[in-house]
């Protein structure tokens, strides 16, 4: 056991190289080999332990750090036309970073709800900890409805009031939220086109 980083250099290493985060990277970095592994696994088990680190799949991260490249949801759209998303998906007790889309002029309108492919890289606003560029437009936003709910046998359905509407939609009892027939709800869809 010879020169074994001491926890702060792991966890400043993997803070400062997000992309090299396996065990297999941090041991190569620091020239751990052979029983000196096990050691380095201690390490990173403790670091897990106490919050200071997440473990996914088989990379180490910081706990509330996003990876590079992730997925968001456009959530906001504030009065200077600026967009703010979220990460799609967020496992930590904290609550999600503040997250400024800086688009391109060659990149499409987005809107609340989208979902895009972003680079993500640290902004050097202190109220907001990253900013995306898009990389791919993967998904609008949920389709939205107003309509008439009609109660039925088999849970109900949504009449829409937009006569250039083509179908009726339907809706699972555990779904209706206790509306009433005859009562003008908005629904939004939640499961594949189509269904």
């Known amino acids: 056991m010879k020169n074994l980083p001491t926890k702060s250099d792991v966890l400043k290493w993997i803070t400062d190289?997000?992309?090299?985060?396996?065990?297999?990277?941090?041991?190569?970095?620091?020239g751990i080999k052979g029983a000196d592994?096990?050691?380095?696994?201690?390490?990173?088990?403790?670091l897990t332990a106490e919050?200071?680190?997440?473990?996914?799949?088989?990379?180490?991260?910081?706990?509330d750090a996003l990876p590079p490249v992730s997925v968001l949801r456009v959530c906001a759209i504030d009065s200077d036309g600026d967009l703010w998303a979220a990460p799609m998906e967020w496992d930590s007790k904290n609550p999600a970073p503040k997250i400024h889309i800086v688009l391109a002029k060659d990149d499409p309108a987005l809107k609340e709800g989208d979902?895009?492919?972003c680079r993500l890289s640290a902004s050097p606003q202190d109220d907001v900890a990253y900013e995306a560029r898009l990389?791919?437009?993967?998904?609008t936003g949920p389709q939205k409805i107003i309509g008439i709910y009609r109660l039925g046998s088999e849970g109900?359905?949504?009449?829409?009031?937009?006569?250039?509407?083509?179908?009726?939609?339907?809706?699972?009892?555990q779904d209706s939220l206790k509306a009433r027939d005859?009562?003008?709800?908005?629904?939004?869809?939640t499961g594949p086109k189509g269904q």
């Open 115 to 117: 979902r895009v492919l």
């Open 135 to 139: 990389i791919r437009r993967i998904g």
């Open 156 to 173: 109900g359905r949504i009449v829409p009031v937009d006569k250039k509407a083509d179908r009726e939609w339907r809706v699972s009892n």
């Open 182 to 189: 005859g009562e003008l709800v908005e629904a939004e869809q």
């Open 17 to 30: 190289n997000p992309n090299k985060t396996s065990k297999r990277d941090i041991a190569k970095e620091f």
């Open 37 to 46: 592994r096990i050691e380095l696994k201690r390490i990173l088990k403790e």
């Open 51 to 63: 919050g200071h680190l997440a473990k996914k799949r088989r990379t180490y991260g910081a706990s």
